[in-house]
């Protein structure tokens, strides 16, 4: 079987972004697919902005944010996903969505041999596999936030995937993006979020209640656990709407109170308080 060489991703917000670059830097060719001309703008603007970072911290020279950029091409096109080897999807955790992108990329990509991958947070592969004439060619791969500087990716082969795929994918994550790979069934929330996401949820129940406030709930958590940071700053770093729809997709598979999103979660992202990448969550930014 090729080695990878031209990855696809769909959708170029806070987690399509992220894959697009570290695959570019790891000298990928990569096409990512939008859902119009303003979202392509803001997903290379994303991009761009990203690598200057890592060229201001000393991880990056300027040469080769140059060369990365050049690797990167943002477009609403879906043909130009025509030739990929590896796809992974990263559109909103909305099962339709996801669904009806599966369907659209199943279409476009030719490569028969090619992986059909999503990084979504807690919908089930199998769902999604269905969706496609391949399912033996799609798999859960499932990057961590900011994806340029964590080392996790979770692997999730449905019922179905392909031991060929699924080498693939993991050679892919491993090898080529220099990840640490860990491997969960094919349950709604893998390993990692299956634990965080209640932990998530008792924080904003205890904020909800009364019990405590935001910074204390926060600052309880890193000055007496070693925590980087508190649990109701990390939702906003997830974004409220993504960790509700994780939480909701986790209910219905497990039907465990826990995982219910507690109703000012819910209010929160009706109000479009979606946390850092809408300038207030539980937290105020910028
Ligand atoms: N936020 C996190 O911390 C995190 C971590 C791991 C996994 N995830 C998962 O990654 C996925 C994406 O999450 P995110 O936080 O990047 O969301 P996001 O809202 O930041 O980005 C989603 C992007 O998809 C685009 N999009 C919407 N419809 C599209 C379509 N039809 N075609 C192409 N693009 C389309 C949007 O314009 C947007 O840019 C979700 O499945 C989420 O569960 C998120």
């Known amino acids: 079987m090729s080695e990878i060489e031209r990855v696809g991703v769909v959708g170029c917000g806070l987690m399509g972004s992220g894959i697009a670059e570290v695959s570019a830097r790891a000298g990928l060719d990569v096409v990512v697919l939008e859902a119009d001309q303003p979202a392509v703008d803001a997903g290379r603007a994303r991009i ?83 969706a496609t004439q391949r399912p033996e060619q799609v798999i859960g791969v499932h990057f961590f936030n900011p994806v340029p500087v964590l080392p996790l990716v979770e692997l999730v082969p449905s019922l179905l995937t392909s031991p060929a795929a699924a080498e693939r994918a993991a050679s892919f994550a491993s090898a080529t993006l220099g990840k640490h790979v860990i491997r969960s069934q094919d349950r709604a929330g893998f390993v990692v979020n299956a634990l965080l996401i209640p932990y998530l949820l008792s924080s904003i129940r205890m904020l909800e209640s009364g019990f405590a406030t935001a910074e204390d709930i926060d600052t309880g958590m890193v000055q007496g656990c070693a925590h980087p940071m508190g649990p109701l700053a990390l939702s906003d770093l997830i974004g409220l709407d993504t960790v509700m729809a994780v939480a909701q997709s986790m209910y219905d598979e497990f039907k465990e109170p826990l995982y219910a999103p507690p109703p000012m979660l819910l209010r929160m992202v009706d109000a479009g308080l979606l946390g850092r990448k809408s300038g207030r969550g539980f937290h105020q930014y910028g």
Do not use: H, Y
């Open 48 to 130: 761009e902005t990203s690598l200057a970072q890592a060229v201001r911290r000393g991880k990056l020279s300027e040469d080769d944010r140059a060369a990365t950029l050049g690797r990167i091409r943002v477009t609403w096109e879906a043909d130009a996903l025509g030739d990929r080897q590896l796809v992974v999807e990263a559109v909103p955790e909305i099962e339709p969505l996801k669904v009806e992108t599966f369907r659209r990329i199943d279409k476009v990509v030719s490569d028969g041999e090619a992986v059909l991958a999503s990084n979504t947070s807690s919908i089930p592969i199998m769902k999604l596999a269905m």
